[in-house]
């Protein structure tokens, strides 16, 4: 589905952020890219779409080779990949509506979508990903009288509404607190199996990309030093990829967070049952 080969970029003022990263997603799973910062994992993600210019390397998606694109190709290639911003990129004047149909400008006139007279089969489908996303009733809030989980659940959406075959996501939770980071990984995670489309991720959150991820891709200065299944992430893999740390805490913080979600939801049945019987 989509094959990096080794991909190089060089920024003008001399510094190399990756140095020749080869990776195959070549089915529908989740790989997360974890690493310092600096690593070159915001630089991996935006050279697939060419957000970034890479300087040299090959990106082919389902056999287009989105690398070797003139403008008008380019743009067209755009359409197949979706993207969710850590700084979430809504037009904030703009409804929740307006701002998820937003992911289908690439298919529709420019009248058209300045009218904002989408075809409703679009507008349809807008409210099915509001409804799957947990915006149900919000699509006619305006985006900046949102909170940040909301936001995000709105860039989800319009990507989702491109119908994408690779879904790029950067730094999807930085600005959430932990409780809504879980829920916008898990929210992200079901979708791409749902939906079967391959997701890179580039996350911080080395606990999050442990529960969440089927893959896990480690940077470090531009470099690939580990890649395996997210059960394969042990203190000494850690070590590698950040330098000499107590990586065991950030092993068991996983199993904790699970088991005190599972008793917070635990709970949350009991005081339901509670409450009916005394009903």
Known sequence: MLEISDLVKTYPNGLKALHGISLAVDRPMVVAIIGSSGAGKSTLIRCVN???????????????????LGRHGLRKARRRIGMIFQEYNLVERLTVMENVLSGRLGYVGFWRAYRRNYPPDDVAAAFEILDRVGLEGRENARADALSGGQRQRVGIARALMQRPELLLVDEPTASLDPKTSRQIMRLIVELAHERGTPVLINIHDVALAQTFADHIVGLRDGRIVFEDGSDRLTPAVLTEIYGEEDWSTTIRKVEEDDEAEGAEAA?????????????
């Open 50 to 68: 060419r957000l970034v210019e890479p300087t040299s390397g090959r990106v082919v998606l389902n056999g287009t080779e989105i690398t070797a």
């Open 267 to 279: 709970k949350g049945r009991d005081d339901t049952e509670s409450g009916v019987a005394a009903g």
